[in-house]
């Protein structure tokens, strides 16, 4: 009977020591993400981005990527997720999670809101020179609202759409720009076709395993499992590649989102046009200082989604629909990456944004 007892005592003992042994390293995993949180965020660094040929100013290039590692972000029912406000020298969010377009008048004759990803959002540039800032510029008589966001997709989209709807918010006309985050989140064999980037961590942070296993090794799992992604280097594998029809699928989910989109702005009052974005492995850009841009793996997503989506606006005879897949086949660098582009790329889309609507739109007074 005392050998019972002392074997019991001997193994509760053991059990405890293990679980304060978990508890300490999971505390002090928590400890040190949180410290490398706080360093990042009192000396951020510089994405590497930011010397690309493309960005010829390299000293505003640095102050954009190094305020960009200063945003936060904060989850939004139907959303998923919104910038935070923030104010720095060259970007600025307010408190709606917009980025902010300079204001050009005091007494708007109308309302334009664009709609779309980072690149919408005008990752790697200011403040002054996003497309929809552009594009306010070519019509300073108007208050142009920049409702992008990083990792959107167009189901996203659809749902910030419906909450300016259903609050009577303004709106004349109604700009998706669209491709690069649904091709790219779509076709991912982790992902669900009305997903978007953040799905599976929200899902495992609402559905966890076992709450006392997440308690006592949360943090430290999650410190393995980004080491262990940094180490592999591996991308989730792409779904529209192992299989067309799943990939006609994603093409038609975006057209379909886009047409439901049109269906909710007219609903507010609006007209609504949808771009089909240009991305670099789609026609003839100059990408001679990106070599390998077009043998990355996903790029394939797009030669294969773009063409099915351009298909079905053919096919359709849909005229609210524009295909900008051909905006930079030209020879400046326009190009940061597969998707975002310097100002001068921009630039051109307003260009193009205002052939489409421009004359239709109130003419300023002179």
Not at 75 to 101: A, C, H, I, M, Q
Not at 183 to 190: G, I, T, W
Not at 296 to 324: A, C, K, N
């Amino acid at each position: 009977m005392r050998s019972l007892r002392k074997i019991f005592k001997l193994c509760l003992i053991n059990i405890l020591i293990f679980v304060a042994l978990l508890l300490s390293i999971n505390l002090l995993t928590a400890v040190g993400r949180d410290s490398v949180s706080i360093y990042k965020g009192w000396f951020p660094s510089i994405n590497k981005k930011a010397s690309i040929p493309s960005l010829e100013n390299k000293d505003l290039a640095r102050t954009i990527y190094r305020e960009k590692k200063l945003l936060r972000t904060q989850y939004v029912p139907y959303l998923g997720w919104s910038r935070l406000p923030f104010k720095g020298k060259t970007t600025n969010v307010n408190e709606d999670g917009d980025r902010v377009t300079p204001s050009t008048t005091k007494h708007p004759v109308g309302h334009i809101r664009f709609f779309g990803g980072s690149t919408t959002w005008g990752s790697g540039v200011d403040d002054q020179n996003t497309i929809p800032a552009h594009f306010n510029t070519i019509h300073p008589n108007y208050q142009i609202h920049n409702h992008g966001e990083a990792g959107f997709v167009s189901r996203q989209e659809l749902a910030r759409l419906v909450n300016l709807v259903n609050q009577n918010e303004p709106m004349d006309v109604v700009v998706f720009y669209d491709g690069c985050n649904d091709v790219y989140h779509m076709c991912r064999a982790d992902l669900s076709i009305n997903g978007h980037r953040e799905e599976s961590k929200i899902r495992n942070k609402l559905a966890p395993r076992s709450h006392v296993v997440d308690s006592l090794t949360g943090s430290l799992r999650d410190s393995i499992r980004w080491i262990k992604t940094k180490l592999e280097d591996k991308k989730p594998p792409s779904r529209c590649q192992a299989d067309h029809r799943y990939a006609q699928n994603v093409a038609k989910t975006i057209v379909n989102n886009w047409t439901i989109g049109k269906k909710i702005a007219e609903l507010g009052g609006a007209n609504f046009h949808a771009i089909l974005q240009p991305v670099s492995p789609i026609g003839s850009p100059n990408i001679e200082y990106r070599p390998d841009e077009k043998s990355i793996s996903r790029s394939r997503d797009y030669l294969l989604v773009y063409p099915l989506i351009q298909e079905i606006i053919q096919r359709d005879g849909i005229d609210w629909i524009h295909d900008f897949t051909d905006a930079f086949d030209r020879d400046e660098y326009i190009y940061i990456d597969s998707c975002h582009v310097n100002a001068l790329g921009n630039n051109i889309i307003a260009g193009k944004v205002d052939k489409i609507i421009g004359q239709s739109l109130i003419p300023q007074n002179r």
